[in-house]
């Protein structure tokens, strides 16, 4: 499968609501639509670093934000199951790195629930480690934080 990522408009901020709220919901139960919507709009609402969407459904979508200390978070990453295991979730990392390191940030990190393999695999493999002990997220649920340092980009050798 061929995709690419773009820059996540306005028009995108709903479509990706309704598949973050969809895929939670599949995974929760449907009593916790409404308040994942609601957190998920609010996600929108924060500043920055990268709103990335892939495909027109869209196929997935990841929101990056900027904490009050200045390190990027990575609020949401989502692909829609039916295309899953196709590199979407790899490239929207990679993308969600490279934009938080051309932003001058030091650090980027995501919480990930600990039972959640396939994801915990993902962030390895793009060089997270994780930073905390589990703790508890409402509801229950126990996270770990994962956080990777950006190295600044430097701009390529050459005469200037």
């Known amino acids: 499968m061929s995709f690419s ?21 599949a995974r929760d139960g449907s009593e916790v639509a409404a308040d994942v919507a609601r957190r998920a709009r609010a996600a929108f609402a924060e500043p920055t670093v990268r709103f990335a969407v892939v495909g027109s459904g869209p196929d997935g979508f990841a929101l990056t934000i900027t904490r009050d200390d200045g390190v990027a978070l990575l609020s949401r990453l989502c692909v829609d199951p039916t295309v899953t295991s196709r590199g979407l979730g790899a490239a929207l990392v990679a993308d969600a790195v490279e934009h938080a390191r051309r932003a001058g940030l030091q650090r980027i990190e995501l919480d990930v629930r600990e039972t959640n393999v396939r994801a915990i695999a993902l962030y390895e493999r793009a060089g997270f480690t994780a930073v905390s002990d589990p703790w508890e997220y409402d509801g229950g649920d126990r996270v770990v934080t994962w956080s990777l340092d950006l190295e600044p980009s430097t701009p390529a050798s050459g005469c200037h």
């Open 5 to 25: 990522i773009r820059p996540g408009s306005m028009s995108d901020t709903s479509p990706c609501v309704d598949l973050w709220t969809r895929v939670i919901a």
